[in-house]
């Protein structure tokens, strides 16, 4: 009797069994093996390598980034080591697939164990990309379906920018060119190794962009906040972390040079990343991406506008946790009903985004109602949307658009 059961009824037993004994409130949490934070702190590069055994780096970098010489003391960092390095400065850009596998062609010519992107959020997401993309030659929308697990060269990421947290996270969108649509690719082999937080590398970036990557990093840490995969971890960093943005980012808009508060920025924006990347996202980023891919819009200006609108659609389903950013925010009052904190949540981050002078509707950037029922039908594919606190509807996405572009808000 026990000799005619098949295999398949023993592995199905077996599986059910494992199910029954999965912790019911556990969590995984996942950050770089490697943080180095501080002024000058490039010069500790070398060294960082080392530690991880690297000995033949790739370089990942942004063409203008190099021009600037931006790169100039990581190149010494890493020849002073006695360590072998390959430059690759081809991003121009957000990443694409055809870079990806450019930058890959060249990871095989050159035969580095490590690659390193310097740089904005597209070198990072190009570094990371092209860590993990091996002998995948499909459509990248496949690589996102069950994680990317595995690696075959170390990785290490400097921002150049405090907004993407790339540096901290298990994720990376790159636009494909075949779909003709951003893709997230997310998987626990897309955690740098090293993260290095240097402030004097940041300290030349324009106001503009100084503002959109910080509400980019804004909108991770509130997304992250009220996330239903959230866990204790990730909305301690990602509290924490729109506690230091929300006060600082208006005084480095205003004033760059201050290196004590780009490395304020810097931390932060490393916080919110390791929030996100171990909670998830939610509906801005969703519908983000599909306008950033189709309108060529930065995706700090895109969830800059964004976040207000969806945060007022979410307020429906997590109206106490807006209470409690309010209060991170400090904008919360002891008068205050929690509904009023949590509108004064809302009402405090569109104000912040019009103080820095984001613009706070789609149709400033070009988006139309044309593009609606396409952009909607995207967003619904978008994996940021599993973390969303509330349900949501094609038909919804396309009204929450709608609002956007029209500047008026509603539920």
């Known amino acids: 009797m026990i000799e005619s059961i098949s295999n398949a009824t023993i592995a199905d037993v077996v599986r059910q069994t494992l199910e029954q004994f999965r912790p019911n409130h556990g969590?995984?949490?996942?950050?770089?093996?490697?943080?180095?934070?501080?002024?000058?702190?490039?010069?500790?590069?070398?060294?960082?390598?080392?530690e991880l055994g690297a000995q033949h780096v790739m370089?990942?970098?942004?063409?203008?980034?190099?021009?600037?010489?931006?790169?100039?003391?990581?190149?010494?960092?890493?020849?002073l080591a006695?360590?072998?390095?390959?430059?690759?400065?081809?991003?121009?850009?957000?990443?694409?697939?055809?870079?990806?596998?450019q930058g890959y062609a060249t990871l095989q010519q050159c035969q580095a164990d490590f690659i390193l992107g310097v740089g904005g959020g597209s070198a990072?997401?190009?570094?990371?990309?092209?860590?993990?993309?091996?002998?995948?030659?499909?459509?990248?929308?496949?690589?996102?379906?069950?994680?990317?697990?595995?690696?075959?060269?170390?990785l290490g990421a400097i921002p150049t920018t405090a907004g993407t947290g790339s540096e901290a996270t298990d994720i990376t969108v790159i636009f494909d060119q075949t779909q003709k649509i951003k893709v997230p690719i997310?998987?626990?082999?897309?955690?740098?190794?090293?993260?290095?937080?240097?402030?004097?590398?940041?300290?030349?970036?324009?106001?503009?962009?100084?503002?959109?990557?910080?509400?980019?990093?804004?909108?991770h840490a509130v997304e992250s906040y009220?996330?239903?995969?959230?866990?204790?971890?990730?909305?301690?960093?990602?509290?924490?972390?729109?506690?230091?943005?929300?006060?600082?980012?208006?005084?480095?808009?205003?004033?760059?040079?201050?290196?004590?508060?780009?490395?304020?920025?810097a931390v932060a924006s490393f916080k919110a990343g390791l929030a996100f990347s171990n909670s998830g996202l939610g509906l801005t980023h969703a519908i983000a991406h599909q306008i950033g891919a189709r309108y060529h819009l930065a995706h700090g200006v895109a969830n800059a506008i964004l976040l207000p609108y969806v945060m007022q659609f979410n307020a429906l389903c997590c109206q106490?946790?807006?209470?409690?950013?309010?209060?991170?925010?400090?904008?919360?009052?002891?008068?205050?009903?929690?509904?009023?904190?949590?509108?004064?949540?809302?009402?405090?981050?569109?104000?912040?985004?019009?103080?820095?002078?984001?613009?706070?509707?789609?149709?400033?950037?070009?988006?139309?109602?044309?593009d609606l029922p396409l952009l909607a039908e995207q967003a619904m594919q978008d994996i940021c949307l599993q973390g969303n606190p509330r349900q949501v509807e094609q038909a919804q996405i396309e009204q929450l658009i709608r609002q956007a572009i029209g500047g008026t808000h509603g539920t």
């Open 27 to 50: 969590f995984t949490f996942r950050s770089p093996a490697i943080t180095v934070t501080g002024e000058y702190c490039v010069s500790q590069l070398g060294d960082a390598l080392q």
């Open 320 to 370: 106490h946790e807006y209470a409690h950013i309010a209060t991170a925010l400090g904008v919360s009052r002891d008068a205050m009903t929690e509904r009023e904190r949590c509108q004064a949540a809302i009402d405090a981050i569109k104000q912040l985004a019009d103080d820095l002078g984001l613009p706070n509707q789609l149709a400033s950037v070009g988006v139309t109602v044309q």
């Open 82 to 101: 006695g360590i072998e390095l390959t430059l690759f400065a081809d991003v121009n850009g957000e990443p694409d697939s055809k870079l990806v596998r």
């Open 59 to 79: 370089l990942v970098t942004d063409r203008n980034i190099h021009q600037l010489g931006l790169v100039s003391g990581c190149e010494s960092a890493i020849t």
């Open 124 to 154: 990072l997401d190009c570094a990371k990309a092209i860590a993990v993309i091996g002998d995948h030659y499909g459509p990248l929308s496949e690589l996102k379906v069950g994680g990317v697990c595995s690696r075959r060269v170390g």
């Open 186 to 219: 997310k998987g626990p082999a897309l955690v740098p190794d090293l993260a290095l937080l240097d402030p004097t590398l940041m300290s030349g970036v324009p106001a503009a962009i100084t503002a959109a990557t910080g509400l980019d990093a804004l909108t």
């Open 226 to 265: 009220v996330s239903i995969q959230s866990n204790p971890l990730s909305r301690a960093y990602a509290y924490h972390a729109m506690q230091s943005i929300f006060h600082t980012l208006p005084k480095v808009v205003g004033y760059g040079q201050d290196l004590a508060l780009r490395g304020q920025m």
